[in-house]
């Protein structure tokens, strides 16, 4: 089989999306697959590939082509051309790592859509997200051959919401990362000493409560570790940012912007527990990777974080900062902390990029039937 797989998300600062394009693709590329031909496709001005990106995937061969990433994503939306075989030959299978098609003169195609956080507030989103998605994304959805989503959470979301035939969503979760075996054994030797926040400081990722429940933890436990809010800050993270800085949690709270791949370890190895209070998330990759690590996490009972956390957290209402409060006060005994633990290392065991690639590899035969079926 000959897939092209977009990998800009991937190119530069990593957020979720980008850790699943890696990730799956990785598998893909060092799976037992063989006869695979897999093609990384970038395009930027100025962003290349990382030069470590070949000896991680020497099997795929990389489509860098040096164009505006702005130019070509609204010639692709809006005009839906020139065809990626102009730049990177010919392919059974095309996966856009967003809900908007990649033109292609032949091959079969596929998209991946996280969440549809894009069509409820269109008016948080920004470039390509706000102008072309909510417009064109039902119609990119119809005519896609396959839809790859991450949670089964999402795949009932996309079915309802965009009017897609299940038979042609495909659920491929992520998997736990393979650094996080090294970061649990040094979790198990010591104590954390920082509750973690992880993701972009958007309104959606509902950090005003967190404030308030980690507020009402102070008043109740005076050497209560840290909070960090790690991740992206953004427009609407200015009020959080100014409300970090006034009493009662002056000095108690550090944001910390956008943290590289070396530094999100180290975070989780000093790592307490990490909260994820979000309203929406197509996954919560957070989540997965502070449980692989031996770290307990506190969900919201929101979109998909009680599938991915199961067992092993009890979700709670986002509004509710007094319920959050309480439980962040639980994890700080001991013996709750370490069975939170137990119960995540559980949880996360159940995922594995292997297991990601297979149902992609699914995904991709059955897009090529439903193509070829179409004609």
């Known amino acids: 089989m000959r897939i092209l797989i977009d990998y800009r998300p991937a190119l530069r600062k990593r957020t979720g999306v980008g850790e699943f394009v890696h990730g ?9 697959n063989s006869s695979d031909a897999i093609t990384l496709f970038s395009s930027s001005w100025k962003d290349r590939p990382s030069p470590t990106l070949a000896s991680e995937m020497p099997s795929a061969r990389i489509a860098d082509v040096n164009l505006p990433v702005r130019a070509l994503v609204w010639a692709w939306n809006r005009l839906e051309w020139p065809p990626v075989e102009w730049f990177a030959g010919e392919h059974d299978v095309v996966h856009s790592q967003s809900p908007m098609l990649i033109p292609t003169t032949s091959a ?24 072309d998605y909510p417009r064109l ?16 959470y999402a795949a009932r ?27 649990a054994a040094r979790q198990s030797a010591r104590r954390g000493t920082t509750i973690l926040f992880m993701g972009t400081l958007n309104l959606r990722k509902n950090v005003g409560t967190l404030l308030e429940a980690y507020a009402r933890l102070r008043a109740q436990v005076a050497d209560a570790p840290r909070l ?21 949690l002056a000095g108690h709270v550090e944001i910390t912007g956008y943290v590289d791949a070396a530094r999100r370890i180290e975070l989780f190895a000093n790592a307490r527990m990490l909260v994820l209070p979000s309203y929406e998330e197509g996954f919560g990759l957070p989540v997965l990777e502070a449980m692989a690590c031996g770290v307990p996490v506190v969900v919201s009972s929101r979109g998909s974080l009680p ?19 309480a439980k962040m006060r639980e994890l700080l005994t001991d013996g709750a902390a370490e069975s939170a633990a137990q119960r995540g290392l559980l949880q996360a065991s159940q995922f594995s990029w292997a297991t990601c690639a297979a149902a992609a590899r699914t995904a991709y035969a059955s897009a090529m039937e439903v193509h070829a079926h179409r004609g």
Do not use: Y
């Open 157 to 183: 979301e996309v079915t309802r919401e965009l009017g897609v035939t299940p038979s042609r969503v495909h659920v491929c979760p992520p998997g736990r990362p393979d650094w996080a075996a090294g970061v």
């Open 24 to 32: 799956l693709t990785k598998a893909l590329c060092n799976g037992s």
């Open 228 to 248: 960090v809010l790690a991740g992206h800050t953004t427009p609407a993270s200015a009020r959080w940012e100014a409300r970090a800085k006034e009493a009662p």
């Open 307 to 325: 599938e991915v956390a199961g067992g092993a957290a009890e979700p709670i209402d986002p509004d509710d900062a007094e319920a959050m409060a």
């Open 137 to 152: 994304a039902r119609s990119h959805a119809a005519r896609a051959d396959a839809i790859v989503v991450s949670s089964h």
């Open 108 to 131: 079969a195609r596929v998209v991946t859509i996280h969440d549809l956080d894009f069509l409820r507030h269109a008016d948080q989103m920004s470039g390509e997200i706000r102008r």
